[in-house]
Structures are given as C-alpha cells and as structure tokens.
C-alpha cells in the first residue's frame, strides 16, 4: 500500500494473522463495524471504502476531477453535504463471507455502499488504487484508527442515465422515498463534482481527494 505523510504508519490490514471482528460504535449503536486488529502489536483498524466513479472514457475523455459524488439527504444543493460513494463495513459483510480476503470485503463494500447511495449496480474495471486514507475519530482509544481504501471505476451510460433519472424520481417522490431502507434514504441527488457547485463534505473528503489526485498523479 502507499503511505501518505502521516506520523502514524498507515498500518497493512492486508497482512495474514490478523483478528477479525465486529464492535458497535458510539457515534451508531444499531450496527456493528467490522475491523481488524493486530495480535500482538495491539493496533485496531476499522474498515471503510469510498470510490471514485467515472463516466466510460470510450464516450467521455478522462478526467480524474469529474467524478460521481452524492449529496446527504435535506441538505440545500449549494452546501458542503457532498461526497463519492463511501461508507463503513459493517460486521455482517464480514461474517458473511468469513473466508474472503480482506480485498475482496472491501470491493464488495464499496460496491454495495456504491448501490445504496447513487442507485448504480454495475461498476466497470472496479480497482483499488492501492492509497489509502487513515485516522481517527475523537472517540477512538490511541491505538485504534480508521482506513478509506480508495477505489476506482467506471460507469456506463445506461447506469448513468438510470442514477440520475432516479434521483429525478426521488425529488418527485417525496413521500416514496421516506419509506425507503435507512441506508437507501442517506443521499438524494447525484451530480458531478465540482468545487464550486458541489463542494464536498468537510469531515474526511478533502483529505481522501487529496490522497487520491496525489496519488494517481505520481
């Protein structure tokens, strides 16, 4: 894994030997995140995954600052609520797969917090890049951390255009859209980013898209 410049060493939950489990949070007590946890150095990591999608380089050049992002549900469109699909694995997803690496987890988190949040359900040429993002919450111990491994995709035009009209359909939809899923209720627009018009949230994105564009830029 690449390391960004950070005192604390971006810990390799890659490593074998490692112990899996799950821990309810303060900040969530009704769901239970997974991490892992070194035996004998005593660290702790929690596992998270955002991705970075974009539109098929075949129809749309590449371009790493056009990127997918989603907005948290009731905030105004011009506010700092935006963010590429991202989220916590939960301890089920790993106790549901008890044999699958770490990698594997991982992908197949972010490909269902991907779902959950923007409605897209293929990724084409899903990646991790191999940066991650670590820190801590204020409530963790000082040996615990969490970790953003960064993912990298593309999407089609038909995914696209069904995200977007279903957003559309939300905006359309109010009353629908209370009864969904809690989890399928967190975003309400999908758009592409710009600084300007979509600014990201502030707690932890800034520092995930600079770990990113650093990372693939080198």
Known sequence: MK????????????Q????????RLPHDPTKSYAYVEHPTEGWRVYLRSCV???PDPAVTPFNPMRFLVVKRTGARYSTATWEPPKGQMEGKDMHRSPRS????????NVRRETEEESHITTIQRLRHTGLVF???????APNVFFQYHIFQG???????????????WIREHPIAFARFKRDRREKDA??????????LNPRWCPGILATYLNGIRK
């Open 134 to 140: 670590q820190g801590q919450e204020t409530t963790y």
């Open 190 to 199: 999908v758009a592409w980013y710009s600084p300007r018009t979509t600014p």
């Open 16 to 23: 074998p030997g490692l112990r899996r489990g799950s821990e």
């Open 154 to 168: 593309f999407v089609s035009e038909e995914q696209l255009k069904s995200s977007f009209a279903m957003f559309e």
């Open 52 to 54: 970075f999608l974009y």
């Open 101 to 108: 690496s770490v990698l594997d987890l991982l992908a197949e």
């Open 3 to 14: 390391k960004e410049s950070n005192p604390v060493p971006i810990y390799n939950v890659f």
